[in-house]
């Protein structure tokens, strides 16, 4: 696939859909934000900070546009702003779990839990849940970001805190590794309840963003956010894989978006394979159970099968 097959100027009118976005102050989550109003949607930005949230939608037009505030880490905050958007807007049309942290020090969530893992899946997992009944537009979507790190993952349920044994990029993978599974079982879950809501996954391959830097210690922060940089595509032609899956007509639940390049490190989007250990569905009921009793967030929906 030519680079230059899809892009955003490509992506049809969105004026009568309502985006959610977390993580959208910066990076892919700005970036996202700035094409979907482009095209006339209107985007609740999701961020911890909202007053930097405001700052850089300042330039958009100020009724596409709307910031509430979300720690994704925490549980409560989590809750908090379902509740207040579910006020606000009844029904929304897309949500794009977008927002992530790399390789932090060892930290733990408010919960008690791995901050990478509580705030990349956990997070997630529980927003997406608290909103699914909220998705009623005439072609709602679930987007979640994964990461081709999510191919070097592995699923320690015997030490998802990491207390007896902490690696920052190890769990940086397995909490990408989550991400991809959670977005596969919920597509199987939706379609065994005939949902019209399509649950897709998305990779950026390697773009630049704040991500590499921005808590991010020692070798990971010098390999991840300089040395290896010039390598790496804008957060423009990153984002581009999560705004096909949420805006394509001809995306279906369960297809993974990303770069059509070599190693999918860059390029443009295209209907890419999770890795073998993604696929395990024995593996991923478990990680639903065990998020559903971490988050107290149970789907009305049933069991996947096969």
Do not use: C
Request: hydrophobic share 40%; proline share 7%; net charge positive.
């Amino acid at each position: 696939m030519n680079e230059q097959r899809w892009s955003a100027d490509q992506m049809s009118d969105q004026s009568q859909r309502v985006f959610v976005i977390t993580g959208a102050s910066s990076g892919l989550g700005l970036a996202s934000v700035r094409a979907l109003v482009g095209r006339g949607a209107r985007v609740v930005l999701a961020v911890r900070d909202p007053e930097k949230g405001r700052a850089v939608v300042a330039g958009l037009p100020g009724d596409r546009t709307e910031v509430r505030r979300i720690d994704l880490a925490d549980l409560i905050s989590v809750r908090a702003f379902a509740d207040g958007l579910r006020a606000a807007h009844p029904r929304i049309d897309v949500l794009i779990n977008n927002a992530g942290v790399l390789a932090p020090p060892h930290t733990l969530s408010p919960q008690g839990h791995e901050v990478q893992f509580a705030t990349n899946h956990l997070g997630h997992f529980a927003l997406t849940g608290l909103l699914l009944d909220a998705l009623t537009g005439p072609d709602p979507r679930v987007v979640t970001v994964s990461s081709l790190n999510h191919r070097q993952g592995r699923i320690d349920f015997d030490d998802l805190t990491g207390e007896h044994g902490y690696a920052p990029a190890r769990f940086y993978n397995q909490s990408k590794l989550a991400n991809t599974l959670f977005g596969l079982e919920l597509h199987r879950r939706l379609a065994a309840a005939g949902s019209p809501v399509r649950s897709v996954l998305a990779h950026p391959g390697y773009s630049a963003t704040g991500l590499q830097t921005n808590g991010t210690t020692g070798l990971q922060r010098l390999l991840f956010g300089y040395l290896a940089r010039p390598l790496a595509q804008s957060a423009e032609r990153g984002a581009l894989p999560q705004l096909y899956a949420a805006t394509e007509p001809g995306v279906r639940g369960g297809e993974f978006i990303g770069p059509d390049g070599r190693g999918e490190l860059r390029g443009a989007p295209t209907r890419v394979k999770p890795a073998p250990g993604a696929l395990d569905a024995e593996v991923a009921r478990r990680l639903w159970d065990v998020s559903q009793e971490l988050t107290e967030v149970r789907f009305p929906l049933p069991a996947s099968v096969g």
